[in-house]
């Protein structure tokens, strides 16, 4: 059990500008991760596996990307008791992202608003940070993301996702393709039909490659955005298995500001994220795994802020759970409780093997 409680924390942090109060956290834990300090937020991980993908997961509580988009802090962020971590997203070249401020407290409704657009230091700067962590030789599962430059025409995404998919390789567990975020534009039109048709294609060649000149088959997984009909969540689904995809992450923020109507900073642009998107993120996992099958690994993301919310997502269909706004308002103590949650469910040891 951590030796500093979040709830002493939090007010000082909700005390600054959003993304300054992320930033600050971000740099303590990358001075402190690896240090007895570390002890002040650190805490055990409770033992509930699941092989997904090929790949044995400790837990089903995950870190979901965006929280640390350089991998500065896997080690920090792991012991929080995450059975799995997953950064970025990366780009090709570095970029500063959107014009600040980029990031909005709706507190009133356990909510995030963020703009941020995949702001990063490059790809060679995240895979020297991703070769300084230990966590993966501690037996987590590291995922990696991946994503476009802003500056890159829609019709050349495919090149920048080829460039990190190569980088990121031989230093990830598995890979995740990030065509989901509503901050880089025109990124979400990769969800279409025939984009995604010709994006997966390029990315399973690739892919191939990689494997054998490696010596080992990484799975990648494709995250998707809540703001899709079913009809568009069948044309993915019938993508990801077309293209021997080996999950989808489900789902990244959404765009739809019904459920928080009138509130400050409400009509901020970016994605919401938190309580407000639970259900309608729920809703695309329930879908997927009724398109992909029973064993079809399933990350499912969004509005996890309670051991309830993580366990709503396991009954929708997710094999595994991530969390990123939850540990904004909750801290790491929302980790172990989810995980006890689901793992109190009694699930198959395999399932979605």
Known sequence: MSLLPYSLARPFLFGLDPETAHELTMHSLARLQGTPLRLAYASGMVDDPVT?????????????????????????????????????????????????????????????????????????????????STFRSKGRILGLNIGKNATTPIESATSDYLICLEGVYPHADYVTVNISSPNTANLRALQSDAAIDGLLGAIADKREKLARQHGRRVPIFVKIAPDLDEAQVQVIAAALKKHGMDGVVATNTTINREAV???????????????????????????????????????????????DDAVSKIRAGADVVQIYTGLIYRGPALVKEAARAIKRLHLPWNAGA
Do not use: W, Y
Not at 52 to 66: I, S
């Open 52 to 132: 997904l993908a090929g790949l044995t997961f400790p837990n089903r509580v995950g870190l979901a990307a965006g929280l640390d988009k350089n991998a500065r802090c896997i080690d920090g962020l792991g012991a929080m008791g995450f059975g799995f971590v997953e950064v970025g997203t990366v780009t090709p070249k570095a970029q500063p992202g959107n014009p600040k401020p980029r990031m909005f407290r709706l507190v009133q409704a356990n909510a995030l608003i963020n703009r941020l657009g995949f702001n990063n230091d490059g790809l060679d700067a995240f895979i020297t940070n991703v070769k300084r």
């Open 261 to 307: 109507k009138g509130m400050p900073h409400a009509e901020e642009a970016g994605g919401l994220s938190g309580a407000p998107v639970l259900d309608a993120s729920n809703r695309v996992i329930a879908q997927l795994r009724a398109a992909l099958g029973k064993r079809f690994p399933i990350i499912g993301v969004g509005g996890v802020m309670s051991a």
